[in-house]
């Protein structure tokens, strides 16, 4: 009898525990981000960071920044004195990215492995500086953002993410759709860890 009511009084201590983790409250995370800009058929890469908070079972409220920082580009040219030697350039694109976005994420699976979709609206800020890529910059372009000009911005999308146990690896891809002048698609892809709890 002493080993049933400890069995009970096991389960109810700790079944409730496993099946909070199920349905985490709160993740963060870090991520490597890729933006297409379609008017100026650049790719730029960058960093950025999320949190998403539990609003009702499989449904988060999600916000994220990110700063897509200059990138090197090559041109090709043909030398006349020299006819049929093709040189090549590199070049840095001053061209820098701050994006914030906000909306829900809603899971599709209760797996380790769970697809999700996203609809989410935000800003985008576009701007030219030929400082180096560092957190100083990128404090000034945060600080700067009412003196400048800032679009908004529709993104729906959506990707995996997959976990052992509070650690997980999750991939995003959407259109971060901007207005300015008519609609403006640019594809959006994020890579990078994430932490529950």
Known sequence: MKGVAFLLSFVAVFVPGAHAQDNEHVQVGVFADYYRVSQTDSDLLGVGGRASFLAFK?????????????????????????????????????????????????????????????????????????????????????????????????????????????IGLRFDIGDEMYFNSGTHHNLRATFGPVIRF
Do not use: C, W
């Open 58 to 166: 499989r449904f988060k409220l999600e916000g994220e920044m990110a700063y897509d920082f200059g990138r090197a580009f090559t041109e090709n040219f043909t030398d006349n004195s020299f006819p049929g030697i093709t040189r090549t350039t590199f070049q840095r694109t001053d061209l820098r990215v701050l994006h914030g976005l906000l909306g829900p994420r809603f899971n599709l699976g209760k797996h380790n492995i769970q697809p999700f979709v996203t609809v989410k609206g935000g800003f985008v800020n576009f701007r030219l500086d030929n400082s180096p890529a560092n957190f100083g910059t990128f404090s000034s372009s945060v600080s700067g953002l009412r003196e400048n000009d800032v679009t908004g911005t529709f993104y729906p999308g959506g990707g995996l993410e997959g976990h052992l146990g509070p």
